[in-house]
């Protein structure tokens, strides 16, 4: 059995699924895609006894980022995200977030590129750049887990998205399919929104596959 714990909550005007990826050993976590209502995950985090060491994003998206700065200034931890995806996160028309209540944007610390294998929370995280949904969007694999954090990138038997900015439904498929085509059959993919899948159920009926 992994030492990987992962909690999840939906949070948001949207549904956005946040996950905290707990090391069972050491108690040190990292926090996916926190899209909203801070108070309430700071509280998640501080009752599940960890101490968080990053935090993740899958994309630039409003509801996937609402509430990063509060929880980057409250546990002082470096926001990743990939080098592609600033523009999307600093561009409040970019994100989406001046389409509803008000405009913000969010800060990278950790500018990353395609591949980049990065140490968070004891773990050996993968970040693939997976264009199509927004430019920089990015996968979390956690190869000794078997387990993909897939934002809007992958869903379950379908994918995410592209009529949005800097979607693109061409890039998209290619990055769907280059997954698939990488990844072992049994890795647990966990999406942006709706329900877990794994990479072999989508290379038998994600249309996109």
Not at 31 to 52: F, N, S, Y
Not at 92 to 111: G, I, R
Not at 126 to 134: E, F, I, K
């Amino acid at each position: 059995m992994g030492k990987l714990k992962i909690e999840q909550r939906v949070i948001g005007p949207v549904a956005t699924n946040v996950y905290l990826g707990i090391n069972t050993e050491t108690k040190e976590a990292f926090l996916v895609d926190p899209a909203d209502r801070a108070e309430d995950i700071a509280l998640w985090i501080t009752q599940a006894g960890v101490t968080l060491k990053a935090i993740l994003l899958t994309h630039g998206h409003f509801d996937h980022i609402g509430a990063v700065s509060e929880l980057k200034k409250r546990f002082q931890v470096p926001v990743y995200a990939m080098a592609a995806e600033v523009v999307v996160m600093e561009d409040s028309t970019l994100n989406l977030s001046c389409n509803w209540a008000s405009a913000f944007t969010v800060k990278c610390d950790q500018e990353l590129k395609d591949e980049e294998v990065i140490s968070v929370a004891g773990f050996e995280i993968t970040a693939y750049h997976t264009p199509g949904h927004t430019k920089g969007g990015a996968c979390y694999y956690v190869a000794s887990e078997r387990v993909l954090f897939a934002g809007d990138t992958l869903f379950y038997h379908s994918v995410g998205r592209t009529d949005l900015p800097t979607g693109s439904m061409g890039e998209l498929r290619r990055s769907v399919q280059r997954l698939l085509s990488i990844l072992p059959d049994e890795t647990r993919v966990l999406p942006g929104h709706d329900c877990d899948t794994s990479i072999a159920d989508e290379k038998r009926y994600n249309p996109y596959s």
